[in-house]
């Protein structure tokens, strides 16, 4: 019902910027919150950054001052803006979107696919 994709990922040396997307589409009544995770080989999954459908931030302290999450409500889209980036930002990052679809009468969670960030220093 949900479709969330994703894009912006590539290969970039240290100290560069890379945009993340992720937009969502289908049967979608609202969007929620939208946030932002990264994994990276041997380790959890873990929290980047979120933002509410009113525009309220959070960032991990790891990626503070570097990172900057924003959506466009209008085209049902998260971005994250990378600079600064470091080597021990290489992860698969996903997006993640807290919908009610027009069917449901509660919100679900939905998860992208995926984009592999890799910074060589």
């Known amino acids: 019902q949900v479709q969330l994709m994703e894009s912006g990922g590539g290969l970039v040396q240290a100290g560069g910027s890379l945009r993340l997307s992720c937009a969502a589409s289908g049967s979608i009544f609202s969007i929620y919150d939208m946030r932002w995770y990264r994994q990276a080989p041997g380790k959890q999954r873990e929290l980047v950054a979120s933002i509410t459908r009113f525009g309220s931030t959070n960032y991990a302290d790891s990626v503070k001052g570097r990172f900057t999450i924003s959506r466009d409500n209008a085209k049902n889209t998260v971005y994250l803006q990378m600079n600064s980036l470091k080597p021990e930002d290489t992860a698969v990052y996903y997006c993640?979107?807290?919908?009610?679809?027009?069917?449901?009468?509660?919100?679900?969670?939905?998860w992208g696919q995926g984009t592999q960030v890799t910074v060589s220093s």
């Open positions: 993640k979107v807290a919908v009610r679809t027009t069917t449901a009468t509660r919100v679900y969670d939905y």
